[in-house]
């Protein structure tokens, strides 16, 4: 989840939704990336650690979990991937709270990563802990091959950004990459921080045995450079 979302609403207003149904979070722990800064936090992250309860609850067949152990959280960037980014617009979505109504509807693209380091320097952050990827509204690919026009991205905020090195294969194999956080309109791009600082966050604030990172030492968190913080970036 991007932290930001926490600022403006509490732990009980936030939860999965499926259906007509909606599950808070309730009082499950969270950590934030940078709970002093959330408004400049280039990291923007919030963890929440599930209780089992809660996660016996979910309907098995509409969430499934990811074993980090099984993925290389160090992945190289390369040339010609594709990168699919899913999550739910606000644009498409409501809620009507006397009605107990309440309409999501996800939306997912095809897209490739921004590799210009100078882009990486302007917007102030670094390769190592994030992720450029494209994403012009009107001319998008989405999931498969066909070409969109987008929605406004307000609202991705947390969407998960998947790595497809393919679609020539039998069985598709895709994994995470990291989660979007912003939206740069006057570069056309949406920052995504890498799932290895994820987990290296996971596994410094809850001490969850997983996979570290050989690229990235969570002391950043603290020492992001934001002088160039570009006032046409906004969050998702």
Not at 157 to 164: F, K, R, T, V
Not at 179 to 201: H, W
Not at 216 to 234: A, E, Q, W, Y
Request: proline share 5%; glycine share 8%; charged share 20%.
């Amino acid at each position: 989840m991007a932290g930001h979302t926490i600022k403006s609403n509490k732990a009980a207003q936030l939860g999965l939704t499926f259906g007509n149904a909606f599950i808070s979070l309730g009082d499950q722990s969270y950590v934030v990336s940078n709970p002093e800064q959330i408004d400049d936090d280039k990291v923007d992250c919030a963890i929440f650690k599930l209780t089992d309860g809660f996660v016996n609850v979910l309907p098995p067949d509409e969430f499934q979990f990811v074993d980090l152990n099984r993925i290389n959280i160090d992945h190289d960037d390369i040339e010609g991937y594709n990168y699919v980014l899913f999550g739910y617009p606000i644009s498409k979505s409501s809620v009507r709270a006397a009605a107990r109504k309440i309409r999501i509807e996800p939306f997912n693209f095809r897209t490739s990563l921004i590799q210009e380091q100078n882009l990486f320097k302007k917007i102030g952050v670094s390769p190592l802990t994030h992720q450029l990827l494209y994403y012009r509204k009107r001319s998008i690919n989405d999931g498969l091959n066909n070409r969109v026009t987008g929605p406004d991205p307000v609202g991705l905020s947390g969407a998960g950004i998947w790595c497809i090195p393919t679609f020539v294969t039998d069985k598709v194999h895709y994994f995470p990459t990291g989660i979007a956080t912003e939206f740069n309109k006057q570069r056309s791009c949406i920052l995504g921080t890498r799932i290895r600082v994820i987990t290296e966050m996971i596994h410094r604030e809850f001490g969850v045995p997983m996979p570290r990172s050989r690229k990235v030492n969570l002391g950043f968190t603290k020492r992001i450079d934001l002088s160039n913080k570009d006032s046409s970036t906004l969050a998702l």
